[in-house]
């Protein structure tokens, strides 16, 4: 089930990777090791997904996740250099039970 | 109600091959749920065994020695990425079935190193899967599974299980390591069958 997201906070961690901290109203909460699905529609419908990996720990309804710039990318420059506070995204997961 | 990122565009670099979720990669990413095993090929067997407990067995040098194929297939990884037209040479499973009698239906594959993933026999026969132990011209590396893995092009590459080692038929299906831990019983791209439950 996809999950409309917001971004309630996002931070450089180095120039090239940043985390983003989503809010997603009855996120399930999940465990180390997990990861998600994001998915971006554009104003057109054209989406776009990818899978990351979860960075911080259970925390009611917030996710974090960390993306690495790919500098000819078709997602992670969107995420790590465009979108803002209040933006939003859509959320599929948890995902994974052998990293954990 | 649709959810829009705003200032979102994407690269559009859409292609009618690509199944839905997917993008176009260009290198070979490696997804490993272990440590890469190296299996010289004088300690190399590949074994099938039926659901009676016979079983037929290959070295290196009888599997090598088989009739090959040269397949140029489209690959799709559940992480969704997507590679197209990549070149390999293997044995069909057709050619390794060839004197196989079994009346079942189901397949667990088994590789160096622990891993399993369960496939329909049918989708491994009439062209559809081969072992394979060339990519691009050029000797399988053990990172992305040599000396010899299973190449199941039409279904997620978790499938495509690396350092094979044994198939062993079933009656009745039976899940692997990711469809034990989440991930669906079939995996068809097309359908988008990522997850338990799609």
């Given at each position: 089930m996809w999950r409309p997201a917001q971004l309630v906070d996002a931070w450089e961690e180095i120039p090239t990777a940043r985390t983003l901290r989503f809010k997603v109203p009855d996120w399930p909460g999940h465990l180390a090791g997990q990861h998600v699905d994001l998915r971006l529609t554009a104003e057109d419908g054209y989406m776009a997904q990818r899978s990351y990996s979860m960075?911080?720990?259970?925390?009611?309804e917030f996710v974090e996740v960390t993306v690495q710039l790919?500098?000819?990318?078709?997602?992670s420059p969107y995420l790590v250099k465009e979108i803002t506070i209040g933006d939003a995204v859509e959320v599929l997961g948890p995902l994974g039970g052998w990293f954990v | 109600m649709a959810v829009f990122s705003r200032g979102f565009h994407g690269r559009?670099?859409?292609?009618?091959?690509l199944p839905p979720g997917q993008y176009l990669t260009r290198d070979f990413p490696v997804l490993s749920a272990g440590p890469t095993p190296l299996i010289p090929h004088d300690k190399w067997t590949l074994t099938i065994t039926t659901e009676t407990g016979a079983h037929q067995a290959w070295n290196w040098a009888q599997f090598i020695a088989l009739p090959s194929e040269e397949p140029t297939v489209d690959i799709h990884c559940v992480t969704r990425w997507s590679k197209l037209c990549t070149a390999w040479r293997g044995v069909s499973l057709d050619t390794l079935f060839a004197d196989i009698d079994t009346a079942a239906d189901f397949a667990m594959v088994h590789s160096y190193g622990g891993y399993t993933t369960n496939i329909p026999l049918e989708d491994l026969l009439d062209g559809k899967s081969w072992i394979a132990y060339e990519r691009e011209g050029e000797p399988l590396q053990p990172v992305h599974g040599g000396p010899a893995r299973l190449l199941?092009?039409?279904?997620?590459?978790?499938?495509?299980?690396?350092?094979v080692r044994g198939i062993e038929l079933m009656l009745q299906d039976e899940p692997g390591f990711w469809e034990s831990l989440g991930y669906h019983m079939y995996g068809d791209p097309w359908r988008e069958q990522r997850y338990d439950g799609d």
């Open positions: 960075s911080a720990p259970e925390d009611g790919v500098p000819d990318g078709e997602v | 559009r670099d859409h292609d009618d091959a199941v092009p039409h279904l997620y590459f978790w499938k495509s299980a690396k350092w």
